[in-house]
């Protein structure tokens, strides 16, 4: 139960002391709760401000000097731990009507609550209102005027007291009766005069304690501080800050009026802004202002100030006070304008020496540029000719590793040369004057008007010649593919006009390519004919490709499968899973398998099983993913099928089982009764028989419901310990060959699905027993680690291999040993679906040979 609908809590929270709890969460100390007493005292009992930042509620804008002292007292005590009383304080806040805002002082006793490790989860806050009290010491004069009155009244009645004894000294017992009156009023009188007198003796205390505490919180200040009293602006409280910088001792200015201790103001704005501040009752405050003010020492002096007026109310609602507060700024202001002084005369300094580098630069320029030219015409010969022979070389070793040939045209003269291995590539001579005629001629045939149109281009319209082409060799007869690449050169005074170029073998590309196409084609021509659904996607996860089976299948064409993609007819219930499963894969650039239902063109959901396959370049690099998917729809109903004939055959045997369970049970209660030990053993031995049988139906069925989807989880509130010694103890009745030891340190409650999780329990101790040595000792644990309940099952049974443990938990899968005993593999298949639906986790840690540890763990709430 949330402690704060604790009926304990609201009897001792809301009380008539005004409370408010807080989170320790700085800065913004949001509200949890508060009392009846806390809201009238702060003037919400229309607005509900929990879960709002306490500076939301009550806003730092309006709420005076006491910010400062309240937001430092809940820091401290949120760090500290430790109880904070605050002193008293004005924090004004908003009315009930949002409209204004109240002038209100406060006490406050802020507690830290803390939880077992001592951290602090709660600050709770007791406040007290008493801004009546504040108010009532401006009373204290009116007290001290009446108890004038008073006295002034009790002189007249003595005078009159006197007339009356002059006038009845004649008669006796009237004088005794008249001054028996006179004593009973004047008794009464000084009863009356000794009440005032303590009432004004307890104002006068107030009022000093008020005007000490004011006293101290000005003096206290960190900035300058002042009260001016009045239109007259008589000065009280200044503190030392103020003091030092008017340059005045505190006695030459306490109770003066502002304008004679300071006259050269009379001509400046200040009177006339406090005087708006009395009429208004507004604050004003400016920053960086000049002011003119004369010192001791006669010296008038300009400094700057950053200043405020606060108005503080009297009872009556008029301004009665106004808190000067005084920045003094004159260092900050003058050090700024010595820094413009100092970049201006920087940059002016700067600017000349500019100048002058410059005039120096041109002269130093001028001198060096006829030198300058000469070595240029010089150096550029030099560098040319070195550039040429590093050109040459560079071209002959390209040559020579590059598996290139070169040639050389002379159009006027048709003279043609080729190198070496050009007159290779071809199957030419190596020693012999070659024509065009003679290169054309190796040329496959219909070839040649392509590279004769290509030849008149370059030649006549000065064209780049960039031709790819089959040659035959004259020798071998083998095809052989070129590319012969080249450019006309412009005649010079040493050399014609020719044509330039290169020739590169290039059979092994073309080879290549052809060979890539003729995949290509081959993997179309296949993926067209065949039923399964085949895509291709790119390395950013966008497909390229759909075979005629996706059109088939979804009714849209090609072009709109990779315009618009295929998945918005993936059912809503496979979508979210079936693309987290293709996102996971993706970005880690790994095969995937995902079961989905996909709305097929005639409306109906297909089941497709789709298995994808990443795609690599021969240099390692992602090229995308290539998927096939198959139409699994009859298989999943032939799963419905198996599994609906699973349940109804389980359902049908359960029926005669649990007959004869009935039966065997009475016939041992009945051979115990008679001490038949025979009959007894073998009725166990019966009973056991018929546990397995129905623990094996039990988990058939299991099966079914979970791959139906109708295994429920029914979660309630159990002891989890008590649970297992009842599993031990039903064990403990039906075998004898083991000793179940059970390890529970402290009571276990958790929120699971009994029924289930002893189910997981159960099989893992049949296991236990099943597969360790008669005469062994099996131990239960049951612990919580970090809010989770772990539980594990040792026994000192044969062990399990390694390349066993991974698929130990798949469904059907059982250990191919020969010392197994029997079983169909569902147990352990079963017991991981349930304890996975529990949001927990299962396994085992186990050698050959050295027996094993089988353990689950399952969130307690």
Not at 213 to 219: A, P
Not at 419 to 429: C, N, V
Not at 468 to 491: C, D, F, H, L
Not at 724 to 733: A, G, M, N, R
């Amino acid at each position: 139960m949330n402690f704060l609908e604790s009926p304990l809590y609201k009897s001792l929270f809301n009380d008539n002391v005004p409370r408010v709890i807080l989170k320790p969460n700085v800065p913004d100390f949001t509200i949890v709760d508060y009392n009846d007493a806390f809201k009238e005292a702060t003037y919400t009992v229309e607005r509900n401000v929990k879960g709002q930042s306490v500076w939301v509620a009550y806003p730092k804008d309006d709420a005076n000097e006491g910010t400062r002292i309240l937001s430092d007292g809940l820091h401290d005590a949120a760090k500290t731990g430790q109880k904070k009383m605050l002193p008293s304080f004005q924090y004004d806040i908003p009315s009930a009507d949002m409209r204004s805002v109240e002038q209100s002082w406060w006490q406050a006793e802020i507690e830290p609550i803390v939880d077992s490790d001592n951290s602090v989860i709660f600050l709770l806050i007791k406040t007290e209102n008493i801004s009546e009290r504040i108010k009532s010491n401006n009373d204290i004069d009116s007290y001290i005027e009446r108890e004038k009155i008073l006295n002034r009244r009790l002189s007249d009645t003595y005078d009159e007291l006197a007339l009356s004894n002059q006038e009845l000294q004649a008669n006796l017992e009237d004088l005794r009766t008249t001054n028996e009156a006179l004593a009973t009023s004047r008794w009464d009188l000084q009863n009356l005069n000794a009440e005032l007198e303590n009432k004004i003796l307890e104002r006068t205390k107030d009022l000093q304690k008020s005007r000490l505490l004011l006293q101290n919180i000005v003096s206290t200040a960190n900035v300058a501080m002042t009260l001016l009293k009045g239109a007259d602006l008589i000065i009280e409280l200044p503190n030392h800050k103020m003091l030092q910088i008017w340059q005045r001792p505190f006695e030459d200015v306490d109770g003066k009026r502002l304008i004679d201790v300071f006259p050269e103001l009379s001509s400046q704005r200040f009177p006339s802004l406090l005087a708006d501040v009395f009429k208004t009752g507004k604050r004003i405050a400016m920053p960086e202002v000049p002011v003119d003010i004369a010192f001791p020492n006669g010296e008038m002096k300009l400094i700057y100030v950053d200043f405020s007026y606060d108005p503080i109310f009297g009872t009556d609602g008029h301004v009665e006070y106004i808190l000067a507060t005084v920045n003094d700024i004159t260092a900050q202001v003058e050090g700024y304008k010595q820094l413009e002084e100092s970049k201006s005369e920087l940059q002016a300094t700067t600017e000349e020496l500019a100048a002058s580098n410059e005039e120096l630069s041109a002269t130093n320029e001028e001198l060096a540029a006829t030198n300058e030219e000469l070595q240029e015409a010089q150096e550029s010969l030099l560098i040319q000719n070195e550039t040429l022979a590093e050109t040459e070389e560079s071209l002959r070793l390209a040559l020579a590793s590059g598996n290139l040939g070169t040639y050389s045209v002379i159009p006027g003269t048709g003279k043609f040369e080729l190198s070496q291995k050009a007159r290779e590539f071809y199957g030419l001579p190596f020693d012999e004057e070659i024509s065009w005629e003679a290169v054309t001629a190796a040329v496959v045939p219909e070839y040649v008007q392509v590279i004769e149109r290509a030849r008149v281009k370059a030649l006549t319209k000065n064209e780049p010649f960039d031709v790819q082409y089959p040659i035959t060799q004259p020798s071998t007869n083998e095809i052989k593919w070129i590319r012969v690449v080249g450019k006309r050169v412009q005649a010079t005074k040493l050399r014609p006009a020719r044509f330039l170029g290169v020739i590169i073998d290039i059979t092994s590309e073309v080879e290549h390519r052809l060979a890539i196409e003729e995949s290509e084609d081959r993997f179309r021509n296949m993926a067209e004919a065949t039923d399964v659904l085949i895509a291709v996607s790119d390395l950013n996860g966008g497909a390229n490709y759909f075979n005629n089976a996706w059109t088939r299948l979804t009714g849209r064409a090609m072009n709109d499968l990779l315009k618009s993609g295929w998945t918005d007819l993936i059912h809503l219930e496979d979508k979210q899973r079936f693309l987290n499963i293709y996102s996971s894969a993706f970005a880690k650039k790994e095969p995937f398998s995902g079961e989905f239902r996909i709305s097929g063109v005639d409306g109906e959901y297909r089941w497709l099983l789709a298995k994808g396959t990443p795609r690599f370049h021969t240099d390692g690099n992602f090229m995308g993913y290539i998927s096939s998917s198959v139409d699994i729809t009859e298989l999943k109903k032939d799963e419905i099928r198996k599994n609906d004939f699973i349940g109804m055959v389980s359902h049908e045997l359960k029926t005669p089982l649990t007959a004869i369970s009935g039966f065997v049970q009475v016939l041992q209660a009945k051979a115990k009764k008679t001490e038949d030990n025979y009959s007894l053993l073998a009725l166990n031995r019966a009973y056991n028989q018929v546990k397995k049988m129905t623990n094996m139906i039990n988990g058939f069925l299991n099966v079914s419901r979970l791959e139906s989807g109708k295994l429920l989880i029914e979660k309630s509130h159990f002891q989890l310990d008590e649970l297992l010694k009842e599993l031990i103890d039903e064990s403990d009745i039906v075998q004898f060959s083991h000793e179940i030891k059970l390890y529970v340190k402290d009571p276990v409650a958790i929120f699971a699905d009994r029924d289930k999780i002893g189910s997981v329990v159960s099989n893992l101790l049949s296991n236990a027993v099943k597969y360790s040595p008669a005469g062994t000792s099996i131990e239960v644990k049951c612990e919580v680690v970090e809010d989770k309940a772990l539980i594990s099952i040792s026994d000192q049974g044969i062990g399990i291999d390694a390349e066993d443990i991974e698929k130990l938990f798949d469904r059907y899968y059982r250990v191919n040993k020969h010392h197994t005993v029997s079983g169909f593999g569902i147990g352990l298949y079963l017991s991981a679906e349930i304890i996975e639906r529990h949001n927990g986790k299962i396994g085992v840690k186990s050698e050959a040979g050295s027996g094993s540890t089988f353990y689950f763990e399952i969130p307690i709430q």
